[in-house]
């Protein structure tokens, strides 16, 4: 069972404090288990947003773990574990994207030449059955610019505060704050134009 991502900043000090302090007690497969057990979802969360497909997200999930397993002895506390891991997952992202073009440029490894960078179709939910709706938000978020779309699933989705995202991503409050305001702008308006809104005003009650 996942851990929530949803947590105060001081919980999150607390919880980094209890990892790295088992870490230091030489206790390493302890303090290891503790990290992927509080973290795995929340890196897997990130994954799946920037990668589009579930498959991928996994693989890049156990990358990033198996990364963090290895390197958390060296961990510095300049930042948190989270904002720490959110950065090693968008770059394991970056390079497999990278990856993923050269491969397409030259044909590597694939019979039929170019390859898709990414899957353009809807998200599978962690269950592999993905509500009408949520397949619906997830193509709606798409289409927002990224860092609207970051902004907005970090505080919607992860239930982040805007002082723990700005911590992670490094964009001041106020930035974050207009992001997330046109994000949920452009969301209603979307939502405003498709079948669910009817539904959900009760519209359709009234004919």
């Known amino acids: 069972m996942f851990h929530s991502a949803a947590l105060s900043m001081s919980d999150a000090r607390s919880i980094d404090d209890e990892i790295l302090s088992t870490l230091r007690a030489g206790d390493r497969d302890q303090a290891v288990t503790m990290l992927v057990r509080q973290y795995q979802r929340f890196v897997y969360s990130v994954a799946l947003r920037q990668m589009n497909n579930v498959e991928d997200a996994q693989d890049v999930t156990q990358d990033v773990l198996m990364r963090a397993v290895r390197f958390v002895d060296g961990f510095q506390q300049q930042s948190s574990l989270q904002t720490w891991l959110y950065r090693v997952t968008i770059n394991q992202c970056r390079s497999e994207f990278r990856r993923r073009r050269i491969k397409s440029f030259f044909g590597i490894g694939s019979d039929e030449g170019e390859i898709e960078v990414a899957s353009a179709g809807p998200l599978p939910s962690d269950h592999a059955e993905q509500s009408d709706f949520d397949a619906y938000m997830r193509k709606v978020l798409a289409q927002l610019p990224p860092k609207q779309r970051e902004t907005f699933s970090l505080r919607f989705y992860d239930e982040l505060s805007y002082e723990q995202i700005s911590a992670i991503t490094g964009t001041s409050q106020g930035a974050l704050k207009a992001n997330y305001h046109w994000a949920v702008k452009k969301i209603a308006e979307h939502l ?16």
């Open 192 to 207: 405003k134009d498709s079948e669910y809104y009817a539904h959900w005003s009760g519209s359709h009650d009234a004919e």
